[in-house]
């Protein structure tokens, strides 16, 4: 039992990443198809502050925000919105810079 229990761990710690990897990009076509971006925005920069307030050793936030702002820009910059492209970016670059400061 005490197997199986290990394995469903082990499990569960790669697929959280990916569900929240996947979950970004899904939630800006959401928030765009309904006219919320600004929801999307928010969540998006309160992620990244909580983050960036984040004093462990972990660089696991940092990595999924600079993949979820590299994400928005580039679908904000498909869909032809210049405020999610900029929000994106800006995300984007500030994770980076701090995942290239912790290292």
């Known amino acids: 039992m005490s197997d199986l229990s290990y394995r469903l761990t082990e499990l569960r710690s790669q697929l959280i990443p990916l569900g929240q990897f996947v ?3 899904v939630f800006f076509l959401l928030a765009s198809a309904i006219s919320e971006q600004p929801a999307y925005f928010l969540a998006l920069a309160l992620v990244l502050a909580a983050d960036l307030f984040d004093s ?19 679908l904000a910059a498909l869909m032809g919105s210049q ?12 994770a980076v810079s701090r995942l290239y400061q912790k290292l």
């Open 23 to 25: 979950a970004w990009p």
């Open 56 to 74: 462990s050793a972990r660089m696991r936030g940092l990595f999924r925000d600079s993949i979820a702002g590299g994400t928005t820009a580039i």
């Open 83 to 94: 405020l999610g492209l900029a929000v994106g970016a800006t995300v984007a670059v500030i």
